[in-house]
């Protein structure tokens, strides 16, 4: 599934270039929003370190896959 990179919110896991390769990473921190980039802290473990983590950018109109199904939708009874 792609996303907006607009869209992108903290706990999202995406495909992103870090360490030297495209892998899963989980959105760690929103760090800037400007009119054509949105910049973002992503870690690649699932255990959160700061140490750990890196920083990734993307054009705003940009098409990003998710690498799993993070967010959950609400259900209401009819």
């Known amino acids: 599934m792609n996303i907006q990179a607009l869209?992108?919110?903290?706990?999202?896991?995406?495909?992103?270039y870090?360490?030297?390769k495209m892998q899963p990473c989980t959105v760690?921190?929103?760090l800037s929003s400007t009119q054509n980039?949105?910049?973002?802290?992503v870690s690649t473990s699932a255990i959160y370190r700061e140490s750990a983590s890196f920083v990734?950018?993307?054009h705003r109109e940009?098409?990003?896959e998710m690498a799993g199904l993070t967010r959950t939708k609400s259900i209401s009874p009819r």
Do not use: E
């Not at 980039?37 to 802290?41: Q, V, W």
């Open 28 to 30: 760690q921190r929103l």
């Open 7 to 16: 869209d992108i919110k903290v706990g999202d896991c995406i495909i992103a």
């Open 18 to 20: 870090c360490k030297q």
């Open 56 to 58: 990734v950018q993307f």
């Open 37 to 41: 980039n949105i910049t973002l802290r």
């Open 62 to 64: 940009a098409l990003i």
